[in-house]
């Protein structure tokens, strides 16, 4: 059974990973969320922004190190592949904010489950993005 699990865990590490820290990154964003709204009480708005960026941050150190093991070197491929990355995390804001803007304001659920719902179509894309736009393998013959 062990060697089977292990197995399975190997097959789909990068999955898992992203999964378990794209988990950490959710807590970030949440726990400061939170905090910002509800125990400092700050607009919905403004602390769904700060959350993100906490969240962005912290997302793009664990994502090129442990999930992606980003191979990119030098200063110019970091600041190339940082650009990408904050770049498509900018959409996954915007698409944050504006799922909130018309799920509490125009449609008045509550902020709560929608922040919820939010967070599962902004992983989904997330990932789209990383694995095809950001941390793909470098052409060969071009600089690692």
């Not at 097959?11 to 988990?23: D, M, R, S, T």
């Not at 125990?39 to 906490?54: D, R, S, V």
Request: overall charge positive; aromatic content about 18%.
């Amino acid at each position: 059974m062990g060697v089977k699990l292990r197995a399975l865990f190997f097959k789909y590490k990068e999955i898992i990973l992203y999964v378990f820290f794209g988990g950490l990154t959710t807590l970030v964003n949440w726990g400061l969320y939170f905090v910002l709204a509800d125990m400092m009480g700050a607009p919905y708005l403004w602390a769904t922004a700060a959350a993100q960026i906490a969240a962005i941050l912290f997302a793009y150190i664990t994502n090129r190190i442990w999930v992606f093991k980003s191979k990119v070197r030098g200063f110019s491929g970091i600041m190339m592949e940082m650009l990408r990355f904050f770049g498509c995390r900018a959409v996954s804001f915007f698409m944050d904010l504006g799922c909130m803007y018309v799920g509490v304001d125009l449609l008045h659920i509550d902020d709560v489950l929608m922040k919820l719902l939010s967070n599962v179509i902004v992983v989904i894309v997330n990932y789209i993005f990383s694995k095809v736009f950001i941390f793909r393998e470098p052409a060969k013959g071009t600089e690692k």
